[in-house]
């Protein structure tokens, strides 16, 4: 049996509401008596997620799946608390997952302001705890995504409960968020990230995901207003030189997460795959490995990912032990498991 890779990994870029397993969704649903789209399991499974032969953009995934199903089925403190030990405990005892950090917005979480925020906080870092009390070697943490479709005070409310809950694990924050942001602008966030990094927090944001569309490029401003130690995604930098060449002057690390960007149509193919991640070594642009749906793509957990990589030959076995060493060295959540935050 190929066990590669044999290493511990970290996982750095995961949404919650897509690592949380179908069989999870579908007992939570039974147990709260929500309706479900599908009546039959296998049906259901199929409905909510992609695979080779079902391929959706992000747009539609977000619109059609994510939040109307997933995001509903992942509300409430029960849910939440559930969903987030699932999450982490998988992914140590499945994929030898050492290192991992969940993202997730909140307010997405609480049925429309249905529950109260603090209450759907407590109950993500109640079912974090219990995973590092149970896993030891497991270290982990949790990172708020700001909405670019919010308005700059809702916004503002997730950055003040990030600082709030900093020390019982919120280690970051994310800009994140589908087309419908045109009015949106990363400057007018500038003075409350500065903020967030001086109470302690970390800074990533969704960009450069889509190599055509222009709704999500804006790394230039991105590196400018924000200055983030990591970029969700960024597949695009790899069409522009200046812009790999301000990564490197930054010293700002890629969260690239290859099946993702194959299944929601960010990227053509794997040559193109293969074609932006050897751009990035030749150009000394750090990037690390991620699943971002872990359990709603077909191949699409992380140990996985590395076989597919290396088989491909998209990248070399020393090429992902290099992205591991980054992965760890990049970190927002601290080691020391449980212990970190007490």
């Known amino acids: 049996m190929d066990n590669f890779p044999t290493y511990p990994l970290a996982e750095l ?5 897509a690592s949380t397993s179908p069989a999870t969704y579908w007992q939570i649903a039974h147990d709260q008596g929500i309706k479900l789209p599908r009546k039959d399991y296998f049906d259901f499974v199929d409905y909510i997620s992609l695979s080779q032969n079902k391929k959706m953009t992000l747009e539609a995934y977000l619109k059609k799946i994510m939040h109307p199903i997933l995001d509903k089925l992942g ?3 029960y849910a939440l608390e559930r969903s987030m030990y ?5 992914a140590y005892r499945r994929n ?8 997730n917005n909140p307010m997405r979480h609480n049925n429309n302001g249905e529950h109260d925020l603090d209450l759907i906080i407590l109950a993500m870092i109640r079912g974090m705890e219990r995973a590092l009390l149970e896993y030891p070697k497991l270290s982990a943490g949790i990172i708020f995504c700001l909405a670019r ?5 809702k916004n503002a409310i997730i950055i003040e409960k990030a600082i709030k809950y900093h020390k ?5 924050i994310d800009f994140s968020g589908g087309t419908n942001h045109k009015s949106f602008q990363l400057k007018e966030y500038k003075e409350l990230i500065q903020k967030a990094r001086r109470a302690g927090l970390k800074i990533t944001t969704h960009s450069g995901e889509h190599i055509k569309d222009d709704f999500d490029n804006d790394m230039w401003e991105a590196l400018e207003f924000l200055q983030p130690q990591r970029i969700g995604h960024g597949i695009r930098a ?3 030189p200046d812009l790999m060449k301000e990564l490197v002057k930054q010293n700002t690390v890629l969260e690239v997460c290859p099946v993702s960007n194959l299944m929601t149509k960010a990227i053509e193919n794997k040559d193109e795959l293969k074609f932006i991640l050897k751009t990035f070594l030749e150009n000394r642009v750090r990037f690390t490995i991620n699943s971002d ?6 191949g699409g957990r992380l140990r996985d990912q590395y076989k597919m990589l290396r088989d491909e030959k998209v990248l070399t076995a020393d090429e992902l032990l290099e992205c591991t060493r980054t992965a760890f060295a990049s970190a927002f959540a601290p080691k020391g498991g449980l212990d970190a935050y007490l």
């Open 168 to 172: 019982r694990g919120i280690v970051g």
């Open 75 to 77: 509300s409430g403190t």
């Open 86 to 90: 699932e999450i982490m405990s998988s």
């Open 149 to 153: 479709e919010f308005p700059f005070e």
């Open 238 to 240: 790899a069409y522009d």
């Open 293 to 298: 749906w872990p359990e709603m793509l077909e």
């Open 13 to 17: 870029h995961a949404h919650i509401s």
């Open 96 to 103: 030898n997952i050492t290192l991992i950090e969940i993202r």
